[in-house]
Antibody, heavy 118, light 104 residues
């Protein structure tokens, strides 16, 4: 059973860059497709972006100019960077993945709360 | 951009009852592209259905998915106490707004 664990600062200042890492228990990280999803307080799930096995990233058009997703196979991790954050980026951030599909995710992290505040 | 609209927003039912959740897309979605998740507060979302009608590993057979084109349905045949949660449909790049299934 693949396990995912998000890590990163719980508090980020406005205009700064949010950086999160997802550590994957399965060493064969390159065999999976990976995604980031978030949930703002009181709202539903929002897809942020993904990085398929091919390595060609796709991002939510509303966030595209600020988002970067990357994979570090040597550390069995993949990462999210979101620049120029505002209070609207306050959310629980989930990393997720699937061996067979980039569309849906069977494996999920427990989520990490990130607050944007000065 | 395809928009997914879920209805109803809230479904109030009793354990043992049947739940029928709708997900409507603003344009046709490939059936293979539609998934359903269950989400409980404080937990990670759980994949229930992939490809519109395939149950994910470990999902009880009281959960079933159907539909094609722009109209998809998640059915829970007999609600168990642990099924009260928020349910989301998803197609590539988008989630629906969710349906909360609450105890009546």
């Amino acid at each position: 059973q693949v396990q995912l664990q998000e890590s990163g600062p719980g508090l980020v200042k406005p205009s700064e860059t949010l950086s999160l890492t997802c550590t994957v228990s399965d060493g064969a990280i390159s065999n999976y497709h990976w995604s980031w999803i978030r949930q703002s307080p009181g709202k539903g799930l929002e897809w942020i972006g993904c990085i398929p096995r091919s390595g060609s990233t796709n991002y939510n058009p509303s966030l595209k100019s600020r988002v970067t997703i990357s994979v570090d196979t040597s550390k069995s991790q993949f990462s999210l960077r979101l620049s120029s954050v505002t209070a609207a980026d306050t959310a629980i951030y989930y990393c997720a993945g699937d061996r067979n599909s980039i569309i849906w995710s069977f494996y999920w992290g427990q989520g990490t709360m990130v607050t944007v505040s000065s | 951009e395809i928009v997914l609209t879920q209805s109803p927003g809230t479904l109030s039912l009793s354990p043992g009852e049947r739940a029928t959740l709708s997900c409507r897309a603003s344009q046709s979605v490939g059936s293979f592209s539609l998934a359903w998740y269950q989400h409980k507060s404080g937990q990670a979302p759980r994949l229930l259905i992939w490809g519109a009608f395939n149950r994910a590993a470990g999902i009880p057979d009281r959960f079933s998915g159907s539909g094609s084109g722009t109209d998809f349905t998640l059915t829970i045949s007999r609600l168990e106490p642990e099924d009260f949660a928020v349910y989301y449909c998803q197609q590539p790049g988008t989630f629906g707004g969710g349906t909360k299934v609450e105890i009546k």
